[in-house]
Every structure is written in C-alpha cells, then in structure tokens.
C-alpha cells in the first residue's frame, strides 16, 4: 500500500513524484517509457536550467531525481484502475496489482495519425511518427514532415542534418511553430515549405514508401516523390482508463480538472498535456508545474483524509 500512486513517467508524473516524495508521500511511478513523448525531441531550448539538451537526457535527468529521492519506478503498462472504498487499485499489463490512497494520472497524449490509404500498410517502412528516432535511416533521401506545429518545424530542421531534401507539407498558410523554429527551418536551403495541402495517400512500391498524393498541384503534378514521410500532427488524449471510473471527460478526450488539479473523483488528481488546463501550451514545462500541484494537493487530501498533518521536510 503506497500513499500515492503516480500513472505516467513524463515529465508531469515524474515532477509529481518528486514533490510528493519531498512531502514525505511513499510513492511509485508506473509507465511505459521514461520521459513520454519528450524523449521524442531531438533538441530542448525552452527549458529552464538548460541552455539547449535532448528529449531524453532531460527524461534521464527527470528519473534520476526521482530515484534519488527514494519513490520507486516500474516499467509497465496500466491496463486497469479500480475505485475500492478507501483507496484506488491499479492492474499493470505484467499482471501485477498495486494499491495507494491517492492517484495522479498523466497518462498525456499519443500521435494522432493521418488516416489516409497507405498510412498503415507502410509504417515501419517509411512512415514514422518520430523523426527523432528514426530520421537518422533516411541519410541521403528525400523526405517529408507533415504538420506545423513546433514537432513538425523542430523535426525538419533535425531531419535536414541527414536527408538531402525535406518538405513541410502543412495544411494551412503558414506556419505556426515558435518563431526561433520557424526562423531556422525557413533559412535552411535543405528545407521547402508547401503550403495549404492535405496528403491523401502514401504511395509505396510495395515494400517501401515512394511518394504521396496532395490535394492540390505542386509543381505541375498531384504526386510529390519521397522516400520517407513523418506525421508530426499532434496528439490525442489518452484518458481511456480513466472513463470507466466515471472521470469528467470532455468530447476532445481532455479530462475535466480544477486549478487544484482535482477530478470530480475525490482522490483521484490529473496532471499534463491530457488535461484540459493544458490546451492553452502543451509543453514540458506547464506539464512540470501541473505535475508539481497535483502533488500537493494529494499531500493536502491525505493529510486531511488521516485527520492530521504529515510533516514535509523540504531541506
């Protein structure tokens, strides 16, 4: 029996962990993969304390705090979350069950996908939903990043190191990653951007990627020649575990939290790029601080569920 039970090792669950283990909580972090999605960024400059650093090296950091600090960290899936009277049980894809009276979910986002022909059929062999991880196999190719946004500009502008031709291919007119991104993608003569175009297929040869069909003409043709395609869209909530509970979930999938990070389940806290206080800027940095109140407020309610309060000591 743990007092707190944290479901997600980004860096929403992974501050949480801290806090609450500086509030002298026993606490375990339960997830997937170390760091989340921002183990998928290649270069972090945004981040206080570190004038530019990778994805993962921040998660490493992250988790060897965490560690240092005494909680525990399980590499696992949670497959199922149970309400028990007290307290709340969760089920792990290993099998195996674990129990606190407190629970903080930052399960955050997965990558939304295209949903166009091809998409399926080639994954693994020449789409990918991370540049980071895989970019470096197209040395000496032509590829192209779909989206826009920070993921998309920031996953050209590494993917330029290696190929010797990225697209953009963005849907709308222009594009709208932070200015520093978008400043360096567009001085890059490696990188083009072709504006308000949709794919609508993945074309391969039956092995591999060959190339996509627009929605509009480029350069006189429908059909642009690519060796490798990179969706970089965004992600969607991954909140599923917590319906079943009866979790206030809007039509997005973003669960329904208040500035204490509370859900409408007494004990039970949300925190990170799932919540919908996170729509405004999905960034490691609002993912920290939600991570850091959902701790606290966990500290609060078991203080006050025991009828007294534990003494933090924050030296």
């Known amino acids: 029996m743990y007092d707190l039970i944290v479901i997600g090792s ?23 993969v170390l760091g989340g999605a921002i183990t998928l960024a290649h270069k972090v400059e945004n981040f206080p304390g570190f004038t530019s650093i990778s994805g993962l090296e921040l998660a490493q950091k992250m988790g060897k705090q965490v560690k240092s600090l005494g909680a525990e960290m399980i590499a696992d899936e949670v497959k199922k979350i149970e309400k028990l009277v007290e307290n709340f049980r969760i089920t792990t894809q290993a099998g195996k069950q674990y129990e606190s009276k407190a629970l903080i979910v930052a399960t955050g986002t ?18 990918s939903y991370c540049t980071t991880c895989d970019v470096t196999f197209f040395r ?50 490696k990188i083009e951007v072709i504006y308000k175009t949709n794919i609508t297929e993945i074309l391969g040869d039956g092995a591999k990627v060959a190339g996509v069909k627009l929605d509009r003409s480029y350069q006189n043709s429908s059909k642009l020649d690519l060796d490798g395609v990179f969706v970089e869209i965004g992600g969607v909530p991954v909140s599923s575990l917590l319906k079943t509970l009866g979790v206030k ?37 609002t993912a920290c601080s939600q991570g ?12 006050k569920k025991q009828g007294c309060f534990i003494l933090a000591k924050t030296t």
């Open 10 to 32: 980004g860096p929403a669950g992974l501050t949480a962990s801290v806090y609450a283990s500086r509030y002298k909580l026993s606490n375990v972090v339960v997830g997937k």
């Open 140 to 189: 000496g190719k032509t590829v192209a990043l779909i989206g826009g946004s920070n993921a998309a500009v920031a996953g050209a502008v590494h993917a330029a190191n290696f190929a010797k031709k990225v697209y953009i291919i963005y849907r709308r007119d222009q594009l709208r990653a932070e200015p520093m991104w978008t400043e360096e993608a567009l001085a890059n003569a």
């Open 292 to 303: 850091a109140v959902a701790a606290f407020s966990a500290f609060k309610y078991l203080t």
């Open 110 to 127: 997965e990558r939304r996908e295209l949903n166009v022909p091809g998409e399926e059929k080639y994954l693994g062999r020449g789409v």
């Open 249 to 285: 979930i809007d039509k997005n999938g973003y669960v329904d939290v208040d500035k204490w990070m509370k859900t409408n389940i007494e004990g039970l806290f949300a925190a990170g790029d799932f919540t919908d206080e996170s729509e405004v800027l999905k960034q490691a940095i």
